[in-house]
């Protein structure tokens, strides 16, 4: 059986090709005996919309929130005030989730908690406050043989009746040399062994009509640092002290 199927003849592509054109060209079957090969429809490629920036909805929650408010203020219906609580309310339920986000983060990474630095618990805060005072203590016993001060009073000045006890117990505690200069040439109490002022205030670069100003002259390089103008107390006088001399900006805040 195979064998004499084998032998029938097969259409040549000349006779499909002649039966195509008899029953598509001459009787016109048209698309429903396939002589239309239907047509491939293109595909249609949805167009991808860019991503909204966060910046972008975030400036767009504000303006709606400026706008109700607006609109609540000047029409004051119980239906705009009501959808302007309404919707400041999600924005601090918003906002109340990012604090929580916030500190958690902060909790579970050491890099990211400032507190580790600069303590500001009870606790923490006084004893950082104790490593630091020692530190300060230690690198003020040391200060004299580099350092030295100049204190500029007047006699008609009421803040340096104030001010000159306090420099002459941080010089005499750490053992520095003060140079006390009057700047309207009045005597001071405690700085019996005074000058008279002489343009100093304008070599050091200092403000010339502000006193009390205290100074502190570095003998190594040879220049002024100035630590502060008016009244201050000891720990603060010590603290500037520490930290012009000992701490490049930025290192200690």
């Not at 500190?103 to 406050?129: C, E, M």
């Not at 343009?199 to 050091?204: D, E, F, L, P, T």
């Not at 103008?229 to 490049?248: C, F, H, N, P």
């Amino acid at each position: 059986m195979s064998a004499a199927l084998a032998q029938v003849p097969q259409p040549s592509r000349q006779t499909t090709e002649a039966g195509d054109a008899f029953y598509c060209e001459e009787r016109k079957l048209g698309y429903w005996f396939y002589c239309e090969k239907p047509k491939a429809e293109p595909e249609t490629i949805s167009p991808t919309l860019p991503l909204e920036s966060a910046v972008t909805r975030l400036d767009a929650i504000t303006a709606e929130l400026r706008e109700l408010k607006a609109r609540a203020i000047l029409e004051p219906s119980p239906a705009n005030v009501t959808a302007y609580i309404r919707f400041q309310r999600a924005q601090l339920d918003q906002a109340s989730l990012f604090s929580d986000v916030w500190q958690r983060a902060i909790w579970q990474d050491p890099g990211l908690d400032y507190t580790l630095q600069r303590p500001v618990s009870t606790l923490g805060k006084r004893q950082w406050q104790d490593a630091r005072t020692a530190e300060r203590n230690a690198v003020m016993a040391n200060l004299s043989k580099r350092y030295g001060l100049f204190y500029f009073f007047a006699q008609s000045c009421a803040a340096c009746n104030v001010m000159s006890p306090i420099v002459r117990s941080v010089t005499t505690n750490w053992g520095m040399t003060v140079r006390a200069i009057s700047t309207d040439g009045g005597p001071s109490a405690q700085f019996p062994d005074y000058v008279v002022e002489t343009n100093q205030r304008a070599k050091m670069g200092l403000e010339p009509k502000v006193t009390p100003a205290v100074v502190l002259w570095d003998a190594l390089k040879g220049r002024p640092i100035p630590i502060g103008y008016g009244v201050m107390s000891a720990d603060e006088l010590q603290d500037r002290i520490y930290l012009l001399t000992q701490k490049e900006a930025g290192h200690d805040y």
